[in-house]
């Protein structure tokens, strides 16, 4: 039984934080790259960020979180994390989290093996 729970979402005001987790059971992050997409009310899903599953971890991340964004692994807890800062309205999404079996992330959804249920993330004064 594989699952991925993601947590940590919420309601925040613009220029706020916070901390997404995605928590894995039943198998071992350690040979998967990772990564984090969104899907907002009408809109397509799209991916956020990735990290490799290389040590090291080399990520990526789309253009309009970078620099607010950071994406980060903590094998040893079998977790993910995406760290939001400076969150604008537009962030408003549902965030996924998602698992590949290969060395290097990609960002295309349909190529991800494992998906998270998703959490609510919501940017509003």
């Known amino acids: 039984q594989l699952q991925l729970v993601e947590s940590g979402g919420g309601l925040v005001q613009p220029g706020g934080s916070l901390r997404l987790s995605c928590a894995a059971s039943?198998?071992?992050?350690?040979?998967?790259?990772i990564g984090w997409f969104r899907q907002a009310p009408g809109k397509e899903r799209e991916g956020v960020s990735c990290?490799?599953?290389?040590?090291?971890?080399?990520?990526n991340y789309v253009d309009s979180v970078k620099g607010r964004f950071t994406i980060s692994r903590d094998n040893a807890k079998n977790t993910v994390y995406l760290q939001m800062n400076s969150l604008k309205p537009e962030d408003t999404a549902v965030y996924y989290c998602?698992?590949?079996?290969?060395?290097?992330?990609?960002?295309?959804?349909?190529?991800?093996?494992?998906w998270g249920q998703g959490t609510q993330v919501t940017v509003s004064s």
């Open positions: 998602a698992v590949i079996y290969q060395a290097i992330c990609v960002m295309r959804e349909y190529e991800y093996d494992y």
């Open positions: 039943g198998f071992t992050l350690d040979y998967y790259s």
């Open positions: 990290i490799s599953s290389a040590r090291g971890g080399s990520t």
